[in-house]
Structure formats: structure tokens, C-alpha cells
């Protein structure tokens, strides 16, 4: 049994070979960017007006006599003369011999001639060429999560498509012979199987949507045959139960006869002792307790930051945030606790059912408390370490 500090830095340690794929801008959102861009042309490209109203070369005069248009999309020439003003929009060009654009809230008009009520600075309402970026500039670093900013950005500089890191394909294997579908009253002995759907949804709060899911009667020959047929289909395989030490719990001895090689089995931790984490290749799997609150706990602790490393995310741990204990409290379990807790306003509060087979107050934690291994009191008002569930794919 290892400590959870080490465990994670395993996972940290582990080297993941990292994909790149080519993607539509309007197929990168989400994806972590594996290229520099670099602008290919100016923004803007040419001078633009910032607002609607006159353009003209900046003088004392109040006066001037407006005799030409340019609308936004206009690519004409226009020469403007001292003392004259081209009537001008949002976003069109501004004529080159004009360096100022007065908005037309600033302008009284009669006939062909403005008087200017309020003259800007010389170059106001102008936006020069390359005023975001110039051409060639690093605009975009590798390593970007890419939101809907980002894809714009690189719309407006014209740019289809980009490097993203490829997210892994993972697959899930559920061990059981107790579980059962739901849709029927339920069988003596049985419970509805739940484990697949919640690291479903899990897999996609990350994005991840195309996840298998393959089943296995509690015993050797169909684990063995199963996690075969999921590797195939897998980059990282999550198998929900059998890894404890009961006589039907065969999922250990399977991943050793299909070449799996462990990487660490059981962690000094409530909920998850079991956890078994090992690699075949550049395949990675869990075996996951199956207890439900010990998967998922499991899961946000060790599987998730995998996946996000495999993704390209430098920082790929959830984040933790320091809060107050509203209540004292004791471990003496000599074990480092995941509990399920609620973080309001900076005070966390332990909730009840900690137990490992209970999800119903998981439902509305929005943290998992972690209190290392050592420590053995925490009084109310102390400052303990919080895992954020909620800022997940950060
Ligand atoms: P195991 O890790 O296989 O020993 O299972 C531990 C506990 O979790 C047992 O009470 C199982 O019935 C329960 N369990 C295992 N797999 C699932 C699952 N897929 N969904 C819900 N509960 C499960
Ligand atoms: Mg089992």
C-alpha cells in the first residue's frame, strides 16, 4: 500500500505520449491548442474607422465641407482635400489622407457642410493598421485551452484550421454478477448497476463522448476476455470492481495475464483502498473499487488528471482551494479521507453518508475535503484543503 502523495506523483511521473490532430476551428473547442500561431496578417488589416461619423485631416477649423462616403466593405480611394470631410462608418476604410474621425454625435449637419461641436484629439475614432496584432506576431501559445474567444480569434484572422492535442478513446468495464440493468423490478440479491453511467457522464462533462462500455460476469475467463476486447477498442480503460481481495474478484489476475503491468495497486485512502493503476504500452488502465462513491472519488483524484495529461493539459490536477472547517472533527483512520463536502462562501462543511457505497450526498458536494494521512484533528475554523469539482475541465 502506497500513500496518496505518492500514487499522485505516479501519475504525474508517468509519460503519456501526446497525439496531434489538425481540427476545423468549429471542431477545436475544448482542446488544448499543440501549435504557436503566429498572426498571418495584420488586425486590422487596414485603417479603420472605430465609429460612425466624419473623417478628415485634423485642423483648427471647426468647418468642413463633406464630399464623398465610405461604408464598411468600401475598397475605393478617396483623396480628401484640407477643410474637407468624407461622411464615414463603423468599420470602413479610413481615407488616407484623413487621420482623425469625429463621431457624429459631435457634428451638426446642414446641406453638404458639418460644424464640429466638439473636435477629439488628432487620430481619435482611427484604428491603425496591426492595432491588435501585426503580421508574424506569436499570437496563440501551445498549450491554450481553446474556448469560443479563442476560436474567434482565429476566425477573424482567417485561420481554418489548427493542432489540438488528440483526447484519448477510453473505454469501461464493468464487473458484477449482482448488477442489473435497470427497467425491472429488481431481482433478490441484485442491484441496479450504476457505475457505467455515472464515469459516462463523468468521461463527458470532459468531453469525451464516445466511450464503450463492455460488461463481465465475476469470473476469470470472461474478465480476462473482456478487458482483451476493450484494449482494443481503448487508449485508457476504466473497469469498474473486482479488484479488492474477495475470492470472485479476478480483475488483478486478469490484467496480469492480458500483459497489463501495474503501475500501483491499493492507496493509503478512504474512499478507494483498491485502486489499481497500470499500463501496457501506451494503453493506461483503472481498476476502479466498485463501491460507487469510491469509483467516482477515484476517478476525479487519479483518472481524470491522466486523461487531462494525455489531452496535453500542463496543469492537470483539479484545483484546490483552502476553506474554513465549520466543525471539529478527528481521522483516526491513519489514512488520507476524500469527504464529500459542501464549500460555501469559504467555510466547507463535512456531509453526512461518507460511506464508500453512497452517492446520495455526493449529489450535492461541490468538493472533496482532503485530509492527509497524518493529520488527526481539524478544529472548527482551521483552514483544510478542498478539491474543486466543479472547475473540472480547466
Ligand atoms: P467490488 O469492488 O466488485 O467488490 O464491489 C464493491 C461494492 O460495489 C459491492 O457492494 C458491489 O455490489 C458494488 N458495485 C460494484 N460494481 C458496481 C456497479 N457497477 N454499480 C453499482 N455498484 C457496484
Ligand atoms: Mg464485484
Given at each position: 500500500m502506497i500513500p496518496v502523495t505518492q500514487a499522485i506523483h505516479i501519475i504525474d511521473s508517468t509519460v503519456v505520449s501526446q497525439r496531434i490532430k489538425k481540427v476545423k476551428i468549429a471542431k477545436s473547442l475544448g482542446f488544448i491548442l499543440a501549435e504557436d500561431i503566429f498572426a498571418p496578417i495584420n488586425m486590422p488589416s487596414f485603417r479603420q474607422s472605430a465609429m460612425d461619423g466624419y473623417a478628415l485631416k485634423w485642423s483648427d477649423s471647426t468647418t468642413y465641407t463633406v464630399t464623398e462616403e465610405s461604408k464598411a466593405g468600401d475598397a475605393k480611394h478617396i483623396a480628401i482635400h484640407p477643410l474637407e470631410a468624407v461622411r464615414i462608418f463603423t468599420g470602413a476604410k479610413v481615407p488616407d489622407d484623413a487621420d482623425t474621425v469625429v463621431m457624429q454625435e459631435h457634428v451638426t449637419k446642414r446641406d453638404n457642410s458639418i460644424t464640429i461641436t466638439k473636435m477629439p484629439n488628432k487620430g481619435s475614432?482611427?484604428?491603425?493598421?496591426?492595432?491588435?496584432?501585426?503580421?508574424?506576431?506569436?499570437?496563440?501559445?501551445?498549450?491554450?485551452?481553446?474556448?469560443?474567444?479563442?476560436?474567434?480569434?482565429?476566425?477573424?484572422?482567417?485561420?481554418?484550421?489548427?493542432?489540438?492535442?488528440?483526447?484519448?478513446?477510453?473505454?469501461?468495464?464493468?464487473?458484477?454478477?449482482?448488477?442489473?440493468?435497470?427497467?425491472?423490478p429488481l431481482k433478490e440479491g441484485a442491484?441496479?448497476?450504476?457505475?457505467?453511467?455515472?464515469?459516462?457522464?463523468?468521461?463527458?462533462?470532459?468531453?469525451?463522448?464516445?466511450?464503450?462500455?463492455?460488461?463481465?460476469?465475476?469470473?476469470?475467463?470472461?474478465?480476462?476476455?473482456?478487458?482483451?476486447?476493450?484494449?482494443?477498442?481503448?487508449?485508457?480503460?476504466?473497469i469498474s470492481g473486482g479488484i479488492s481481495v474477495g475470492d470472485y474478484d479476478f480483475v488483478k489476475e486478469a490484467l496480469g495475464k492480458n500483459d497489463v503491468d501495474e503501475l500501483f495497486y491499493k492507496i493509503n485512502q478512504k474512499p478507494g483502498k483498491p485502486l489499481w493503476f497500470g499500463k501496457k504500452d501506451q494503453q493506461f488502465v483503472f481498476a476502479l473499487p466498485g463501491n460507487p462513491a469510491s469509483a467516482l472519488s477515484c476517478f476525479y483524484v487519479y483518472v481524470l488528471p491522466l486523461l487531462k495529461k494525455c489531452s496535453g493539459y500542463s496543469?492537470?490536477?483539479?484545483?484546490?482551494?483552502?476553506?474554513?472547517?465549520?466543525?471539529?472533527?478527528?481521522?483516526?483512520?491513519?489514512?488520507?479521507?476524500?469527504?464529500?463536502?459542501?464549500?460555501?462562501?469559504?467555510?466547507?462543511?463535512?456531509?453526512?453518508?461518507?460511506?464508500?457505497?453512497?452517492?446520495?450526498?455526493?449529489?450535492?458536494?461541490?468538493?472533496?475535503?482532503?485530509?492527509?494521512?497524518?493529520?488527526?484533528?481539524?478544529?472548527?475554523?482551521?483552514?483544510?484543503?478542498?478539491?474543486?469539482?466543479?472547475?473540472y475541465g480547466n
Amino acid at each position: 500500500m502506497i500513500p496518496v502523495t505518492q500514487a499522485i506523483h505516479i501519475i504525474d511521473s508517468t509519460v503519456v505520449s501526446q497525439r496531434i490532430k489538425k481540427v476545423k476551428i468549429a471542431k477545436s473547442l475544448g482542446f488544448i491548442l499543440a501549435e504557436d500561431i503566429f498572426a498571418p496578417i495584420n488586425m486590422p488589416s487596414f485603417r479603420q474607422s472605430a465609429m460612425d461619423g466624419y473623417a478628415l485631416k485634423w485642423s483648427d477649423s471647426t468647418t468642413y465641407t463633406v464630399t464623398e462616403e465610405s461604408k464598411a466593405g468600401d475598397a475605393k480611394h478617396i483623396a480628401i482635400h484640407p477643410l474637407e470631410a468624407v461622411r464615414i462608418f463603423t468599420g470602413a476604410k479610413v481615407p488616407d489622407d484623413a487621420d482623425t474621425v469625429v463621431m457624429q454625435e459631435h457634428v451638426t449637419k446642414r446641406d453638404n457642410s458639418i460644424t464640429i461641436t466638439k473636435m477629439p484629439n488628432k487620430g481619435s475614432n482611427v484604428r491603425p493598421v496591426g492595432e491588435q496584432v501585426s503580421t508574424g506576431d506569436l499570437v496563440l501559445t501551445k498549450g491554450l485551452k481553446l474556448n469560443e474567444a479563442a476560436i474567434g480569434f482565429l476566425a477573424g484572422l482567417g485561420i481554418q484550421r489548427v493542432a489540438v492535442f488528440k483526447t484519448p478513446k477510453v473505454s469501461i468495464l464493468v464487473t458484477g454478477n449482482e448488477l442489473q440493468k435497470q427497467g425491472k423490478p429488481l431481482k433478490e440479491g441484485a442491484i441496479y448497476e450504476s457505475n457505467a453511467v455515472m464515469l459516462k457522464m463523468a468521461l463527458q462533462r470532459f468531453g469525451l463522448t464516445q466511450v464503450k462500455v463492455f460488461y463481465a460476469k465475476d469470473t476469470l475467463k470472461a474478465t480476462k476476455k473482456n478487458i482483451k476486447r476493450a484494449l482494443e477498442h481503448s487508449d485508457v480503460l476504466l473497469i469498474s470492481g473486482g479488484i479488492s481481495v474477495g475470492d470472485y474478484d479476478f480483475v488483478k489476475e486478469a490484467l496480469g495475464k492480458n500483459d497489463v503491468d501495474e503501475l500501483f495497486y491499493k492507496i493509503n485512502q478512504k474512499p478507494g483502498k483498491p485502486l489499481w493503476f497500470g499500463k501496457k504500452d501506451q494503453q493506461f488502465v483503472f481498476a476502479l473499487p466498485g463501491n460507487p462513491a469510491s469509483a467516482l472519488s477515484c476517478f476525479y483524484v487519479y483518472v481524470l488528471p491522466l486523461l487531462k495529461k494525455c489531452s496535453g493539459y500542463s496543469d492537470y490536477h483539479l484545483p484546490r482551494i483552502q476553506a474554513k472547517s465549520d466543525t471539529d472533527f478527528k481521522n483516526n483512520s491513519g489514512k488520507t479521507l476524500f469527504l464529500k463536502a459542501s464549500l460555501q462562501d469559504g467555510i466547507v462543511s463535512v456531509l453526512p453518508s461518507q460511506q464508500s457505497s453512497m452517492l446520495n450526498t455526493f449529489a450535492s458536494s461541490n468538493v472533496l475535503l482532503m485530509v492527509a494521512e497524518h493529520v488527526e484533528t481539524i478544529k472548527k475554523q482551521d483552514l483544510v484543503s478542498c478539491i474543486n469539482l466543479e472547475c473540472y475541465g480547466n
